[in-house]
């Protein structure tokens, strides 16, 4: 028996979506397969912004013919659209023919939605308020070996005025330290050579107490395990990010010396108004301080644009905080209503002519930056972490410590492995190079 699962969204999901499939192996589906050929076929929904919702309903849609033609296909639909309030009966209404409908605080429930339907007609459905146990006691199936993933937190508290994912991940849930640095440390053993920490808002670990240790403890724990490997954290809140934790990344060579800090604006009156609780002075002054203890530090971002008031000179407020902090890559997103959360609601909803010229003109700048920082790599030498072979361009592929693509071209495998190279042209956001061994 196959399975075939479908993802949306974030790191969160993707790796939430290993969890689904090492259910779907216990259930007794032994392989990933295309979408015809699969015996169970998940969606792991994302609801962040509308295109994302889009998307999942057109891709849930699509599958009636296959349903029709195969009868014994499971079709199961999770994660936070789910989870949105009265999307599940939306879900059952416009797409009959899905059997099992979970929210992400079932995810661990899904071998036991599985056999529920097993033995009934009607589809089975369950959304629960609140996750019951931070430990979901999944091995997942790792798809992105040499890297892993490891949750150290769930949910989310801050209710920025634009966002779902409060309602649909709940309040925030540490998991244990040390069961935090025991999976590190068996995947270490694996061979794993790059581990990313999740959670929502990882500088708030440990506030609901469970953690036993606070995020800059964690981290440098983590980091004093042997081997070589390289530590990644994400994401952080600049309300949040603290001293200790630049001190901490600072005294760990294995800690990728990249900080992905969400900024969402450049201008005060915006920020207040989507409850970011900073300021875009504080935010620069953390920026330095990061820089005074750790010099080559990268800063990457997330960016909306068109919240509801923001004038162009508040938009060209964010245009000039990139051109001062020179992110070396941003995310950018246009402002997407949310239906339940408290800018939605607001007046002053910006045009959807005015959003797209803002988001083309953020988009060009972040570009031209990007470039330009990557322009810098050419004749440095940098060291990659092999992850993947190209197959269409001939060219292994892998990563810097900020982050970065690089390419090189070798006549044995080298996924795994840490790759030192010459850099001799930058393309964009990509590095090409020659493997110095
Ligand atoms: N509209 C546009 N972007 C959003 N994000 C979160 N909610 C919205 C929304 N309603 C962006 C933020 C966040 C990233 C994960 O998604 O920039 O940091
Ligand atoms: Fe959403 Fe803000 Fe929480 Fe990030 S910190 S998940 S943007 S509410």
């Not at 699962?5 to 939430?16: A, D, P, R, S």
């Not at 790059?194 to 929502?200: C, H, S, V």
């Not at 919240?307 to 995310?331: C, H, I, N, Y």
Request: aromatic share 8%.
């Amino acid at each position: 028996m196959n399975y075939h699962i479908v993802t949306y969204g974030c790191q969160m999901n993707l790796h939430e979506s290993e969890k689904i499939a090492g259910i779907l192996r216990e259930k007794g589906f032994e392989s990933e397969s295309s979408l015809e050929d699969a015996d169970i076929i998940v969606f792991n929904t994302c609801c962040i912004r509308e295109n994302a919702e889009n998307h999942a309903f057109g891709n849930i849609g699509a599958l009636k013919k296959l349903k029709a033609k195969k009868k014994s296909l499971l079709i199961a639909v999770g994660g936070c659209m789910a989870q949105e309030e009265g999307k599940a009966e939306l879900i059952r209404k416009r797409f009959p023919f899905v059997d099992i409908v979970f929210g992400t605080h079932n995810l661990p429930s899904l071998g036991d939605l599985i056999d529920q339907k097993r033995v009934r007609r009607r589809a089975v459905v369950q959304i629960a308020e609140a996750r019951e146990c931070v430990e979901d006691g999944v091995t997942p199936v790792r798809t992105s070996y040499p890297n892993a993933w490891v949750n150290i937190m769930y949910g989310c508290n801050n209710f920025c005025t634009y966002c779902i994912v409060p309602y649909v991940r709940g309040r925030e849930k540490s998991r244990k330290a040390q069961d935090i640095i025991s999976e590190v440390a068996a995947l270490l053993q694996e061979g794993y050579k790059e581990i990313t920490l999740l959670g929502q808002n990882v500088n708030s670990y440990n506030s609901d107490g469970q953690g036993g240790m606070s995020f800059p403890e964690l981290l440098d724990a983590v980091a004093s395990l042997d081997g070589k490997f390289r530590l990644r954290f994400m994401t952080s809140h600049p309300k949040d990010f603290t001293e200790e934790v630049a001190v901490v990344m600072a005294r760990h060579k294995k800690i990728s010396p990249h900080l992905h800090l969400p900024v969402q604006s450049g201008n005060n009156r915006i920020l207040s108004l989507m409850n970011r609780r900073y300021t875009r002075e504080k935010y620069l002054a953390e920026i330095e301080m990061l820089k005074k203890h750790l010099p080559d530090c990268e800063v990457t971002t997330d960016l909306i644009v068109g919240f509801p008031t923001e004038t162009e000179s508040e938009f060209e407020d964010t245009l000039r905080l990139v051109e001062e902090v020179g992110f070396s890559s941003a995310f950018t997103f246009v402002y997407s209503p949310r239906t339940g959360t408290k800018a939605a609601s607001m007046e002053g909803q910006i045009p959807e002519e005015v959003q797209k010229s803002r988001i083309i003109r953020l988009v060009d700048l972040v570009n031209r930056k990007t470039r330009e920082k990557s322009a810098e790599y050419v004749g440095r030498t940098v060291e990659i972490l092999c992850e993947d072979y190209d197959e269409k361009k001939g060219y292994y592929l892998g990563r810097d410590a900020y982050g970065r693509m690089g390419y090189f071209q070798s006549e044995k495998n080298r996924i795994g492995e840490f790759i030192t190279l010459k850099i001799t042209k930058a393309n964009g956001i990509s590095l090409y190079g020659e493997a110095q061994d």
